[in-house]
């Protein structure tokens, strides 16, 4: 059976990521809308209802207008921008989230894709608040080392541009600690406030990393990495886009330091705990434009019509 698939926004990174995906597959039939008709909300409406799967790769506001478009009860509208990550009436898609995710998103019509630095923050920190270690309002901070990509066509033409010496080191952002993912990092981990969050974009087009530090005196309860590692396993086991690094040797390194573009090209998540017996660095990685962006809106497309979920996507 062939699913109709309309991208909503095809010309901006993560719709042009997503084309990539779909393109190749039998399975889909591309509705494809004329470039000068992309601002057209008649003819927006027509392909967003003639679809079963809709993907918005949009602004907040231009994805909520996209909403307002759609009559049709069985378009299945895959939104990958902010508006509705914190709405109780679009299922989050974050399919390993919790037991029972996966259904929430197959039963919706209205799934709300995770944002990168959210998806990272939240596979470390879910699994200790769900399991009693991590207390809700625990003082959490983080930080998010990640590529230009993210920051959209503008931001990937200036790096790319060369010859300005200010964008050779690493460049943190969101100063005013109001970042866009804040709202769903703290509701979809369960956390009593959001945590101090600072981003930084380094010089490099692909791949990110969010890290947490934590006291293991502040814990709800004294644990050791290997406590941290166990913890992970049991909530991501027989999960094929998450991995859980087995311990924190040399071999999880390279030559001592931490390869923020190792899952580039893929659709998986790696989970890490390193430190002592005092301090713990939780560390989430992945691909920015895959697990982050793109492939999470893929796998929630597989997980809602019924398909293999690692269908065009690489683990």
């Known amino acids: ?44 409406g027509r392909f967003l209802n003639a679809a079963d799967v809709a993907f918005l790769c949009l602004p907040d506001a231009a994805s909520r207008e996209a909403v307002s478009l759609v009559n049709n009860p069985n378009t299945c509208i895959i939104d990958a921008s902010t508006a509705f990550r914190t709405d109780d009436g679009w299922a989050y898609g974050l399919p390993e989230l919790v037991r029972g995710q996966r259904e929430r998103i197959r039963a919706s019509k209205r799934i709300a894709v995770p944002g990168c630095h959210a998806s990272a923050f939240i596979l470390a920190v879910r699994p200790l608040v769900d399991a009693g270690v991590l207390p809700p309002d625990y003082p959490l901070s983080a930080f998010s080392l990640t590529g230009y990509s993210g920051g959209g066509k503008k931001m990937i033409a200036e790096f790319e541009a060369g010859g300005n ?44 990393a969010v890290t947490v530090p934590l006291h293991v005196n502040q814990l709800a ?35 001592g330091f931490f390869d923020v573009q190792a899952n ?4 998986r998540a ?12 939780l560390m989430a990685r992945l691909d920015n434009l895959g697990k982050g962006a793109a492939g999470a809106a893929v796998q929630c497309m597989n997980v809602h019509i019924g398909a293999d979920e690692a269908t065009s996507l690489a683990a």
């Open 165 to 208: 010496p200010r964008l050779e080191s690493p460049r943190p952002y969101a100063m005013g600690l109001e970042h866009k993912h804040l709202p769903e990092m703290r509701v979809q981990s369960r956390l009593a406030q959001a945590p101090v969050f600072s981003p930084v974009v380094g010089n490099f087009f692909k791949g990110l």
């Open 270 to 281: 790696d989970l890490f705990a390193f430190g002592n017996g005092e301090r713990i660095v």
């Open 264 to 267: 580039n090209d893929t659709n």
């Open 1 to 44: 059976m062939t699913t109709k698939v309309f991208v909503d926004g095809q010309e901006g990174t993560t719709g042009l990521r997503l084309l990539d995906y779909l393109s190749a597959r039998s399975d889909v039939e591309l509705l494809r809308i004329d470039d000068d008709k992309r601002k057209d909300p008649a003819e927006r």
């Open 221 to 255: 309860k004294r644990v050791t990495l290997a406590d941290i590692r166990a913890i992970y396993a049991s909530h991501y086991a027989g999960e094929q886009f998450i991995r859980v690094a087995p311990d924190d040797g040399p071999e999880q390194l390279d030559n």
